[in-house]
């Protein structure tokens, strides 16, 4: 292919995308109808609701003052959404993605926090989604604050200061003979009178070598695939493939419309062949998808909780949903002859396969009868392979059937388009 | 520059084209005339390469057939359709349609710059096209189809729906073409217009040239004789004749004449006594 074919071809698809982007209508149709019914199903089945807050279980299987103050903490800090259930609940809630981690405070957190200098220390489990690790590293923060905040109040209240240090020399007795007991018990006697002078309380980091305030036993609980986290995990695939259809059914008017008004009888009489009209029509169609299931997803992504699994497959299904409506687009575009007939056709070819392919109703709450009839409709594949990377959580060989799919039907289209429309040549 | 051979097409019973002959020279403006139905049409689609003449050949500039890509270069064709983008502006309607003739950087801006001009358009370049009146976009349309510099001009209809001055302006344009050496194709249902600036004319229907040559020629071929009036005591009486002035030099010997005066064939007269219907009325 010639260098001034390829920029005849660029240009097409640049005048179609400038075109696009003048047309008020087919841009709120391609971006914010998607968007609006994106959130309206997604508030009708029951999505959104307070965001920004980490869902977090607590186990409290201590049941001390230390263990009631640390979960009091957690209770008030900003950012966590905390309730409460047994150590199994807890568990099955993290698996089920209904809570980002579960923070299990065991049976001997009071007593570790009431010897600081020496013995095991305080130790607390976590169990979080590997597939949450930023969630997971601010909890642990948000922990470890807890667990600081709470031994500036030992220091702060010289009763309980008096007590911890009464406790750990009393312990020290009992504690075989070593270089070591016999440094901390000097260092507690010293701080005993330390603070029974009368004087204001000092604060400063405490702990020898190899001391830690806090211990925290991470697990990771792998999340199961049982369902979406919220409502918009699937009404955006939905919304997004409503404005897939929107801008597809849009070039494919356009191409009609530059029959009708005569613009391609010019391009015909140009030196551009009948084949390079269609790729440069289907390339722009390729660009303003694409563009408008990327705006889409970083939307749901920014504001809506939609979690990638993967961004590599993201992208494929993302470009493998492109390609399949512009073959749509292409034999539409060449099957109507009019606007009116190319409008009519698109929307009669489109809905019934939305309807079918869960672009109205989400796929899982339909009829196992009317499953089986979605799988003739590349929406269904189209929402499947962008679910798939979110949170349904595929791998990349679950993927291969959706985005193979796609993009048969798509080759099929662009193929049955161009030898229609070079059919048309006299 | 325009060679059309022994053209035939045929849709399937109905005969299009039938055995049609035609040659355009360099700095010649053609006039097309034609009722509808005619074949005229089919005869440009398959003088642009838009059809493939089931028979005969068309040869554009000794280089072959406009099925050519690399021929098709050397056209121009403005559609009787206004073929613009209406929601870009024209400079970039016409950067546009200057790429897709393969045409790029310095080349493209300085051809843009002339079309501009040629459609009288350098202050509304940044309007959109659809703001623009009527005739604005009618030198527009025609200024695509010349943004590329192209050799033969397929001009269809260039002044339907223009007001007189913009009709005037345009068939000037079109006199410029003639003199920049330029083949000019031009179909129009205006016989003063095919008049005033066309060097020859060719009348087709049926599929089939009935005649071709200048308006004199066609007139003088074809117009029939003159014929003359004249008024006697308040009647008025036709005579045709090839003779007016000696006709009416024996009437007046004969008797009074209130009044006469001589009518003679125009192009309209020979369309519709070739075709047996009037052009405007199809």
């Known amino acids: 292919m010639s260098a001034s074919r390829i920029r005849a071809i660029l240009a097409l698809a640049g005048k179609d995308l400038r075109l696009l982007s003048r047309n008020r209508a087919t841009l709120f149709f391609a971006l914010a109808w998607p968007v609006l019914m994106a959130l309206f199903f997604g508030y009708v089945f029951g999505g959104g609701g307070e965001k920004g807050r980490i869902p977090v279980v607590v186990v409290d299987e201590d049941r001390t003052g230390e263990s009631t103050r640390l979960v009091a903490l957690l209770t008030a800090t900003a950012g966590l959404e905390i309730t409460s259930a047994p150590r199994e609940e807890a568990t099955r809630l993290v698996r089920q993605g209904k809570r980002s981690a579960a923070v299990i405070v065991p049976a001997g957190y009071g007593e570790a926090a009431g010897r600081l200098f020496h013995g095991a220390p305080r130790k607390l489990e976590l169990e979080v989604d590997p597939a949450r690790t930023a969630e997971g590293a601010m909890l642990e923060g948000i922990l470890t604050g807890a667990a600081m905040q709470s031994m500036q109040e030992l220091f702060t209240d010289p009763s309980k200061t008096l007590g911890m240090v009464d406790r750990t020399i009393a312990d020290l007795g009992s504690a075989p003979e070593s270089e070591g007991r016999d440094s901390t018990r000097k260092f507690l006697g010293e701080l005993r009178s330390f603070v029974e002078r009368p004087r204001p309380a000092q604060t400063g980091e405490g702990g020898g070598p190899g001391w830690k305030p806090l211990e925290i036993e991470r697990r990771e609980v792998r999340r199961e695939k049982v369902g979406p986290s919220s409502a918009f995990d699937f009404t955006f695939p939905q919304g997004i493939l409503w404005g897939v259809i929107g801008s597809a059914l849009g070039f494919a008017l356009s191409l009609v419309t530059e029959r009708t008004r005569g613009t391609l009888l010019r391009l015909e009489t140009s030196p551009l062949s009948r084949l390079d009209v269609l790729v440069g029509k289907a390339l722009a169609c390729f660009v303003a998808i694409t563009a408008v299931e990327t705006v889409l997803l970083l939307l749901g992504v920014a504001f809506f909780g939609i979690h990638p699994a993967s961004w590599l497959l993201l992208a494929a299904a993302t470009l493998a949903v492109a390609v399949c409506f512009v073959g749509i687009m292409m034999t539409v575009a060449v099957l109507g002859k009019t606007e009116q007939a190319a409008g009519g056709l698109g929307w009669a070819i489109m809905m019934p396969l939305s309807m079918f392919g869960g672009g109205m109703i989400p796929l899982f709450v339909m009829p196992a009868w009317m499953q089986t009839v979605s799988n003739l409709s590349p929406v269904k594949w189209g929402i499947v392979a962008l679910e798939g990377a979110t949170w349904r959580g595929f791998s990349a060989a679950e993927m291969a059937t959706p985005l193979g799919v796609l993009v048969l039907v798509g080759l099929a289209g662009f193929a049955l388009g161009v030898r229609l429309f070079r059919g048309g040549e006299g | ?282």
């Not at chain 2, 590329?148 to 001009?153: E, F, G, K, N, V």
């Not at chain 2, 229907?205 to 007139?219: H, I, K, P, W």
């Not at chain 2, 004249?230 to 009044?259: F, K, M, N, W, Y």
């Open chain 2, 1 to 282: 520059m325009l060679a059309l051979r022994d053209l035939h097409k045929r849709f399937g019973e109905r005969v299009a084209v039938d055995g049609l002959s035609l040659e355009v020279r360099r700095g010649e403006i053609l006039g097309l005339l034609g009722p509808n139905g005619a074949g005229k049409s089919t005869t440009i689609h398959m003088a642009v390469g838009l059809l493939e003449p089931d028979r005969g050949e068309v040869d554009v500039d000794g280089r072959g057939s406009p099925r050519n890509p690399a021929v098709r270069g050397m056209l121009g064709v403005a559609p009787q359709a206004i073929a613009l983008y209406e929601a870009l502006t024209p400079e970039e309607n016409l950067r546009f349609f200057g790429r897709v003739q393969g045409l790029s950087g310095a080349a493209l801006a300085g051809r843009v710059e002339w079309a501009l001009a040629f459609a009288s358009l350098g202050d509304r370049r940044r309007d959109r096209t659809a703001e623009l009146s009527g005739g604005m976009k009618r030198r527009l349309n025609m200024a695509a189809a010349l943004v590329h510099d192209p050799a033969l001009i397929l001009l269809d209809e260039p002044t339907v729906g223009v007001d007189p001055q913009s009709r005037n302006a345009i068939l000037d344009r079109v006199v410029e073409l003639r003199g920049a050496e330029r083949a000019v194709v031009y179909t129009t249902h205006y016989m003063d217009e095919a008049a005033r600036i066309c060097d020859r004319i060719a009348i087709i229907d049926n599929g089939r040239m009935l005649a071709l040559g200048t308006v004199a020629d066609l007139v003088s071929r074809h117009g029939g004789d003159p014929t003359l009036v004249v008024v006697e005591g308040g009647v008025e009486r036709r005579i045709a004749t090839r003779d007016p002035a000696g006709e009416l030099s024996r009437i007046l010997s004969a008797g009074r004449v209130d009044d006469f005066r001589v009518e003679r064939a125009d192009l309209e007269a020979v369309f519709l006594r070739l075709t047996g219907r009037r052009l405007r009325d199809e």
